[in-house]
């Protein structure tokens, strides 16, 4: 066989007592996409940040066509044409794509106009699309990304890693990515993509590699894989994959959305006419293309965001009146037990600080309405060991900063904490972004447990095989419309499909 792209022996990294990487081998070769999959916290992202130069092992080789080298910084991957794409952008906001992609490189005399027609060939040979004319901040994730991709392309990158790049994707703009890799590929380049996704590595990949607890468990052909062989290997016993979904008993309408329009700070109408119903110890799930309405939506519920017309009515089981949620603050309306868990595209953004430890993010949350300013550790740190141990989070101990944890062990802390203020109403919005597939299971039977305590669910996600198997009902929008409201037990998924882009629609449909 061919020489490999790039190969790593032996290699070994550790953080304090944490062993990140232990012994791990890896092969790479030209004009291949190679997988590599393994559990929250399993080392994915150590390792590739030791290909890129962010990390230097502490013991191991790593040979590039054949020939040891010595990565010790950025500069000297690209030198020896590596590229990586993080799950945190590097770009300026203010600048626009060639201003970016030219970075570093641009020293006065540059001709930045044939920059940037040499740009706009490297994206028509692969077919990326740019908007030269936007700055970053103008820009979806999705284009941020291209701008990133086709950034390591112009410097030479011939090997090319993705750390999770589909995690804040939709599935559309998943699949015009993977036709980009597959061009690349087909032009020799070699690329490697984490993906928690099964389905996307069966999808794209030729080969997969699997680390387990930091450790290098083996490699398997794609074409000899399927969801069950790679869980296995993943998680070291079989797994089994199935959601239940209980009959809800004693429904009660808990949340009532009637008619709600909703202006952005543009002024651009961005919910029209919506109305539905959540009831308690049920799981209503929201589908939608992202950008849909769904954040309005569910901020508007919270009190993030003002609405300009219709009502959100709240039954309250405690004093047994409606109460219109639209009069209140939002930490009135926590207070009443409606809970939000938003996981945006950036983790760190919302809801958690990464320089401090577990337990006070517990407290960020949770123990706000103590009794004055003495807080009490305690039960924080009760809070943080019970999700530690009931979502097995990989963490040293409470004590580690939050931005110390993979990423998706910083997930699991943020959605843990909002399931654990027992609260009435749960809204959870991608919960499982970024979550291997064993904790997506243990956040979806959470869900579960929820409802069947008779909390109303709301459950906003991605993946439709998911919606049918877990929610109740769920409801469709599109472009800020409900577009349909079906029975998760009956409902197909290309109806669904349909109706996430069934366009305009003079809906505001009631509830059944
Ligand atoms: N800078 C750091 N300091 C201390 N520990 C770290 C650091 N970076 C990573 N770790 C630890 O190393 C282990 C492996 O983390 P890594 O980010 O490589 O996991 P991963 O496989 O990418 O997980 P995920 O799927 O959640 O992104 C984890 O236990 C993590 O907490
Ligand atoms: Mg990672």
Redesign the pocket.
């Known amino acids: 066989m061919a020489c490999p792209a790039i190969e790593l022996r032996g290699i070994t ?1 550790t ?2 007592h ?4 232990q012994n791990v081998d890896l092969v790479v070769y030209r004009g291949e996409i190679l997988s ?1 999959l ?12 030791m290909i890129s130069g962010i ?1 230097y092992p502490d013991e191991g080789h790593i040979f590039i066509d054949g020939k040891e080298v010595t990565i010790s910084s950025p500069k000297d991957a690209l030198d020896l044409k590596i590229g990586m794409i993080h ?1 945190h952008f590097k770009l300026v906001d203010v600048f626009n794509a060639t201003e970016n992609i030219v970075l570093g490189i641009n020293d006065g005399k540059f001709d930045i106009k044939k920059a940037e027609s040499d740009i706009k060939a490297t994206c028509e040979k692969y077919g990326f699309e740019i908007d030269f004319t936007k700055k970053i901040y103008e820009m979806s994730v999705s284009e941020k990304q291209t701008v990133e991709i086709v950034k390591a392309i112009y410097k030479g990158a011939d090997i090319l890693i993705l ?2 790049p589909t995690a804040v994707l939709t599935p559309q703009e998943t699949n015009n990515l993977f036709n980009v890799l597959r061009k690349m590929k087909d032009d020799g380049k070699s690329i490697i993509i ?1 993906t ?1 996704k099964l389905h996307e590595v069966l999808d794209i990949s030729d080969r997969v590699s699997v ?1 387990r607890k ?1 450790k290098y468990i083996g490699t398997i052909n794609t074409s000899q894989a399927n969801e069950s062989i790679l869980t296995e290997m993943m998680v070291g016993e079989k797994i089994s994959l199935d959601i239940e979904r209980s009959t809800p008993h004693d429904s009660v309408d808990r949340l009532l959305i009637k008619g709600v329009d909703l202006y952005n700070k543009e002024g651009v109408q961005v919910l029209h006419d919506i109305s539905f119903t959540a009831k308690s110890g049920e799981i209503l799930g929201i589908a939608g293309i992202s950008g849909s309405g769904q954040r309005e939506l569910l901020e508007a519920i919270a009190g993030l965001q003002k609405i300009s017309g219709g009502e959100i009515l709240y039954n309250n089981p405690k004093t047994n009146e409606t109460e219109d949620l639209k009069d209140k603050t939002p930490l009135q309306i926590r207070n009443l037990g409606v809970r939000l868990s938003f996981v945006p595209e950036d983790r760190l953004g919302m809801g958690l600080v990464g320089n401090m430890d577990i337990v006070d993010n517990m407290m960020l949350r949770s123990y706000r309405k103590g009794k004055g300013v003495f807080l009490e550790r305690k039960k924080p740190k009760q809070l943080a060991d019970k999700i530690i141990e009931d979502l097995q989070v ?3 101990d409470t004590k ?1 900063p939050v ?9 699991k802390v943020l959605v843990g904490r909002e399931i654990a203020s027992s609260p009435t109403v749960l809204m959870a919005a991608y919960p499982v972004r ?3 597939i064993n904790s997506s299971y243990t956040i979806y039977n959470l869900l579960n447990d929820q409802k069947e305590k008779g909390v109303a669910v709301i459950f906003v996600g991605e993946d439709l095989d998911v919606l049918i198997d877990l929610c109740d009902r769920i409801l469709v929008i599109c472009g800020g419309r409900v577009t349909g409201i079906v029975n998760g037990r009956e409902a197909k998924k290309e109806e669904i499909g349909l109706l996430m882009t069934k366009g305009h629609f003079t809906g505001g449909d009631s509830n059944e």
């Open positions: 990294k953080f304090g944490v062993i990140a990487n590599i393994g559990e929250n916290g399993s080392g994915k992202t150590t390792l590739m940040n990390y799950q750390d999770e984490i928690h680390l930091g990989v963490t040293p580690t931005r110390k944890l993979s990423g998706g062990n910083v997930q970024g979550l291997d």
